[in-house]
């Protein structure tokens, strides 16, 4: 009796080791994300022109105020996320959807172009040790409380000294012009 109930007990121990295990895993890879509790701004991209179809785009996240520079070719741009969202009881807890900027690339109003121009894609995190988004993918009955996972992505034209504010709403990405020229460009896009 007493060997079935260190067996038991050993067992017991064992399953709250992995329990947490799999928690600190978890918990490690929502750091890769922000939370997001209603809409809010998440950065600005900004544009310089270096040729045709050539431009620097200087993307600066709001969190933390830290920019980078990218050489974007194409006609427009595009800022991608990855959104999680949980369910009612997991949000008393705490957990507020979260989100995690995926990419920045340029792209091509063309469709031709598109297929047979040179492109731009990078990368604006940094991958982890654990993907939260692909395993509820993979196993979505694994994380029951898990309500919804998306991707979401946002593109405008680009311009010379065109400013973009990007805002991240429960329902996905969504860019505003954030200065004259952004407007005026986006006006033209929208209507070309």
């Known amino acids: ?27 490690m890879n929502l750091r890769t994300y922000a939370r997001l509790v209603y809409e809010q701004p ?6 310089q022109a270096n040729g045709p179809q050539r431009y620097t785009a200087t993307v600066t996240r709001v969190q933390t105020n830290a920019s980078q520079t990218f050489e974007l070719a194409g006609d427009e741009w595009q800022v991608d996320a990855r959104v999680l969202r949980w369910h009612g009881f997991a949000n008393v807890l705490g957990l507020d959807a979260y989100y995690r900027l995926e990419r920045v690339s340029g792209r091509y109003h063309d469709v031709e172009q598109e297929r047979s121009g040179p492109h731009s ?7 982890p040790f654990f993907d939260l988004y692909g ?44 200065n004259d020229v952004a407007r005026e460009a986006a006006r033209a896009w929208r209507f070309d």
């Open 1 to 27: 009796m007493k060997n079935w109930l260190r067996i038991a007990g050993l067992l017991l121990v064992s399953v709250a080791i992995a329990a947490a295990a799999a928690s600190a895993v978890v918990a």
């Open 42 to 47: 998440v950065l600005f991209v900004e544009f």
């Open 121 to 127: 894609v990078y990368s604006l995190y940094q991958k």
């Open 135 to 178: 395993f509820a993918q993979a196993h979505p009955r694994w994380i029951p409380f898990l309500a919804g996972f998306y991707g979401s992505a946002t593109y405008e034209p680009m311009a010379p000294g065109a400013r973009y504010e990007v805002r991240l709403t429960q329902n996905g990405l969504i860019s505003k012009p954030d």
